[in-house]
């Protein structure tokens, strides 16, 4: 593998976070005005509608035993996770809420190490810890000032929420490993919508037409981000992939202060630096090793 090939799953995976930030400021406008269960209710039945057709164009097959298993487990995951997240979200500053999110990825390293068997790199190692010591840089910064936080039901909500996000990683790595991009990202839809609807009669409105183009958006942003992680962890281990998450922080901190006018302070760049820095030493290491033994990637 050449070196530009070997930077693929990188970028991929990299785009896909800068996406999912921006969906998590559309998603956090919209639960704001609407509720945040009316606002996944809403993006989960718009993603499927918009990925239907790209997978039934592709010749998509219905998922045999195994692999519709694998889907239902992730989107049960997903489904308590992203209600944890948005309903914390909505009580604190975006930065905030991904600077504690970002316990998982740590997780993560240990995680993909005894569930998938993965081998613990130095680099990788090191490039994560280094990026957890910029969060934490920045993290401090934003609850040192003399500004109210958020509540402690909603600090408990994100902390909850980034402990499934640690075992999502690892499901979307096996998930990955199985089906293609845009059946990933139809059959999450599907099943966070199949988690959530029977509670519709008691808790869905309809949204008012600001709220639904923010859903709608988010949806669209939510698609395209699952189908560039999705290819990204087809194709590179979880723990090489693991420091980029942290860049998901510089986004969170970016979307917040253009849509909620959230602040960015000095920490926050501080911390930037040590991210940046911690991602820069764990892609060293990457492309000297196969990415999995005994595994090849999906078609794209």
């Known amino acids: 593998m050449n070196r530009g090939r070997a930077l693929l799953p990188f970028l991929s995976v990299s785009a896909g976070i800068m996406i999912f930030s921006m969906m998590d400021a559309l998603m956090k406008s919209a639960s704001l005005e609407v509720g945040v269960y009316t606002a996944v209710l809403w993006r989960s039945g ?4 918009l990925m239907l057709p790209f997978w039934w164009l592709g010749r998509g097959q219905w998922p045999d035993g195994p692999v519709l298993r694998i889907h239902a487990l992730r989107s049960i995951v997903v ?22 999110s970002f316990i ?9 190490a005894a569930i998938l068997g993965e081998q613990v790199r130095a680099t ?4 994560s810890l280094l990026g957890t010591l910029g969060v934490c840089v920045i993290a401090l910064g934003q609850f040192g000032d003399d500004r109210a936080t958020a509540s402690g039901w909603g600090l408990a909500a994100v902390l909850a929420s980034a402990v499934l996000y640690a075992w999502n990683l690892i499901l979307q790595r096996q998930q990955a490993r199985l089906s293609g991009p845009v059946e990933v990202a139809l059959f999450q839809h599907l099943f966070v919508g199949l988690v959530l609807v029977p509670a519709a009669p008691w808790l869905a409105t309809v949204p008012p037409t600001g709220a639904f183009r923010d859903i709608a958006a988010g949806a669209l ?4 981000s699952l189908m560039l992680l999705s290819w990204g962890y087809a194709r590179a281990e979880a723990q090489a992939l693991v420091p980029i998450e942290y860049s998901g922080f510089l986004w969170a901190a ?13 920490a926050t760049l501080a911390g930037a630096a040590l991210i940046v820095a911690g991602c820069w030493i764990a892609l060293r290491g990457f492309g000297r090793a196969p990415a999995s033994r005994g595994f090849e990637a999906p078609a794209p």
Not at 46 to 49: F, H, Y
Not at 92 to 100: F, G, R, S, V
Not at 124 to 127: T, W
Not at 254 to 266: C, H, K, S, V
């Open 104 to 112: 998982a990825p740590l997780i993560t390293l240990y995680l993909a």
């Open 124 to 127: 990788a190692v090191v490039g």
């Open 79 to 100: 489904a308590v996770m992203i209600m944890l997240f948005f309903w914390g979200l909505v009580r604190m500053p975006m930065a905030e809420a991904m600077a504690l």
């Open 46 to 49: 718009i993603g499927v509608l």
């Open 221 to 224: 942003l939510a698609a395209v």
């Open 254 to 266: 970016l979307f917040g202060w253009l849509w909620f006018d959230e602040r960015i302070t000095a």
